[in-house]
Each structure stands twice: as C-alpha cells, then as structure tokens.
C-alpha cells in the first residue's frame, strides 16, 4: 500500500457512480475545477431544456424572482446574508468588481500574500494600472503559525494601504489563513479586506458573516457540487451602494446585488441548479465527505512523499487537518517556473492517466493531489510507483 501501516479511510460505497469521470484516469485535481455529479447535470439540463422551449418567457417572466430565491437558498447555506450577497460566475469575476468598485486613487495600496493566486494578482495589477495605484506583497512563509500570520500582515500595512486581498485557503500552497484576527488587524488599520475563498464552500464549515470581512467570494462549483460557473460575492453593509458590476444592464438602478446578478442573456442554468449539489452533499452526509476526502488527501501526501524519498514528519501541512488537497515538494529543479509547472502536469496526464496540480512557488516545484469522494487509495499508490521515473526520465 506503501504508507506503511496506516491504514487509508473507506470508500464511501458507491460513490465513484454518481460522477461521469473516465474510469481509466485518477481524477486527483478536484480543486482546479470541480466535478459535477450526474444529477446536478441533469438538473441543469432539464433548466437548458426549459430555456429553449421558450426562451422569451424564461427570460423575462420571473426570472429575477427565480435567482433571487435560489440566491437567498445559497447565501443562507453558507451563513451569508442574502441581501448582502450576489450569484456571480466565478470568483475570478467577483475579485475584478471589488477591484473596480474601490474607487482607488494614485498612491493608493493594494497588499497581497506570496500565496495568491495568479490570476487576483493579474486582476490588481490591472487596476492599479487603470489608476495609479500600486502593489505590495507580504510574504508569508508556508510554515507561519497564524499570530506570526497576523503580524506580518500587520507589519505591511501602511497608512496608504487601503485593501487587503487575502486567501481563506491558498489554491497553490494549501494554506489556511486565520481570517478573524486578521480582519480585525485590518479594521484597526482601516484597510478594508477582501477574503478569496475560493475552495471553502463544501469543504469548509463556513460562515461567511462571521469572518467579518469587507468582501468574501467563493466558488460552489469546486467542493460544493454545482455545476461550472457558480460562485457567491458577499459584501459588508457599508460597501453596497458602491458596488459597480463589469457590465450594465437592465435592473444596474435597483442596485447591489440586482445590478450584479442581471446580465442580459447570461446562462444562469448553472446556478439555478446549485441546490441540487448541496443536496447530493447532504445526502452523502457533509461531516462524512469532509473526514473522508481530508483522510484520504492525507494518505495520498504520504504515499507520494515516501516514494520520492520524503519522510512522514517533513512533509508540510499548512492547511491543517480539515483540508482536502495536500501539496508534496517536487525534487531539486523540477517545475520551479509557471510554464515547467504545466509542462509536468501535462506529462503526468499523459503518461500516467493521473489529474493533479503542480504549481511553482517560491523557486520550488509542487505537487497537489486532492481527494473527493470518487477517489480510491490505489489511485494514489499507482501514481506514487510511477511518478519517481517520470520526474527522472525528463522528456
């Protein structure tokens, strides 16, 4: 089994026949962008069928009332207030209205982490650009006990710094950032804090509200079972009325979150048929994927790191225990760069049949697996035979 004796958890019986993934691969990268179960595909079809039976009607008679409801649903889920909060495509999309919706001025500060992920820092680079305003990145060490967390971030803050963009839990690193203290770090600073939480809804016990951050947005399509493209942007009181969303149309005068939600002909089958994946997790019983995937992540750090020549107790854990991705560091040399990253995650596609990250950060390569509940503890013993040779055997 190659963990020595420990044992991995059970399959959750059955499980592997609620998804339409190819059985000849090892789907080992939940987190990049979700699976969708098999009902929560067909809730969404029997949505596309009713659109186009009649689109007109789908579109402008009670549409509004039909998100709305669904959003409230969602929202209440998650311990967010529903009329705080708007269904959004991905929180790629929620990241860039925050950013615009600011009203950043030259010299004006925006503070990132070392751990964000690329495409928020691409997002505050380009509205820094748009208005003179600049970046800063605090570096965070993979290995930060959470007061040592808090004070750097502490450390960073200027009387310039208006926003801090901070990750729930780093998609390269898998790091687990202690939210609360720093919110109110941040408050006391009068920096408002805008929390990527992209990979927290259905792997987490959220609720929003209680981070007290400025802006929380986060994906539903990852761990929470909807379908592709669903996610949630929550926003404090007091930012609302400043809201500005990247397009305008019809419902832009009734304000935050109609202006956000009401896109024209956007496609929201997707989120109209969110609630089905909430009901396949409640089915499956939330505590018991949550304990089954973190368990199982777990076993897969440690068969991996064993075959690469790693011990138990040096492979890191900056998620804590409750996570279910795992990252294993990649031998000297190997996928240190952006492009070598997708180089080898490509390679590892193809000739071993597995899905994983792996992701440059620091000067070091990383290796990513995640588990969900249609994962087996072989698919990670045969990725961990296989992969010594393949990181030798270069091209």
């Not at 190659?2 to 691969?25: E, T």
Request: proline share 6%; glycine share 10%.
């Amino acid at each position: 089994m190659g963990a020595g004796d420990v044992r991995p958890p059970d399959a959750i019986a059955g499980a592997r026949l609620l998804f339409s993934l190819d059985p000849a691969v090892s789907y080992l990268n939940h987190g990049t962008v979700g699976v969708t179960p098999i009902a929560v595909q067909r809730a969404q079809q029997r949505l596309r069928d009713e659109v186009e039976l009649d689109p007109l009607r789908f579109y402008t008679r009670g549409l509004r009332d039909r998100v709305g409801h669904t959003r409230r649903h969602l929202a209440t889920q998650f311990g967010a207030d529903p009329d705080g909060t708007a269904l959004i495509p991905n929180t790629t999309a929620g990241i860039s209205i925050v950013l615009q919706s600011m009203g950043l001025r030259p010299g004006d500060e925006i503070l990132l982490t070392d751990h964000g992920y690329g495409s928020v820092t691409l997002a505050a680079a380009r509205e820094c650009a748009r208005t003179g305003a600049v970046v800063r990145t605090v570096a965070v060490p993979l290995t930060a006990a959470d007061g040592e967390v808090v004070s750097l971030l502490k450390a960073g803050f200027t009387d310039r710094t208006r926003l801090l963009i901070v990750d729930q839990i780093a998609s390269s690193t898998v790091k687990l950032f202690p939210l609360v203290p720093i919110v109110e770090a941040a408050h006391r600073a009068n920096v408002a804090v805008l929390v990527d939480g992209a990979h927290a809804p259905g792997m987490l016990p959220l609720a929003i509200d209680e981070i007290g951050a400025d802006f929380w947005v986060g994906n539903l399509h990852k761990w929470a079972f909807a379908p592709r493209s669903v996610a949630l942007l929550t926003v404090a009181p007091r930012w609302r009325d400043r809201i500005e969303p990247l397009a305008v149309s019809w419902d832009h005068a009734e304000g935050f979150p109609a202006n956000v939600e009401s896109q024209g002909t956007l496609d929201v089958t997707p989120w109209l048929s969110a609630p089905t994946g909430l009901f396949v997790l409640r089915t499956l019983g939330q505590d018991r994927v949550r304990a089954h995937n973190a368990a199982l992540a777990a076993y897969g750090q440690r068969v991996i790191g064993a075959a690469l020549g790693l011990r138990a107790a040096s492979l890191p854990d900056p998620g804590g225990a409750g996570i279910a991705m795992r990252i294993i560091p990649l031998p000297r040399g190997a996928a240190t760069t952006d492009a070598d990253a997708v180089a080898l995650r490509h390679r590892i596609a193809d000739k071993l049949g597995a899905a994983v990250g792996v992701n440059a950060w620091n000067g070091q390569g990383w290796l990513r697996v995640c588990a969900q509940v249609y994962n087996q503890p072989d698919e990670y013993d045969r990725l961990a035979a296989r992969l010594p040779a393949l990181l030798t055997a270069g091209d």
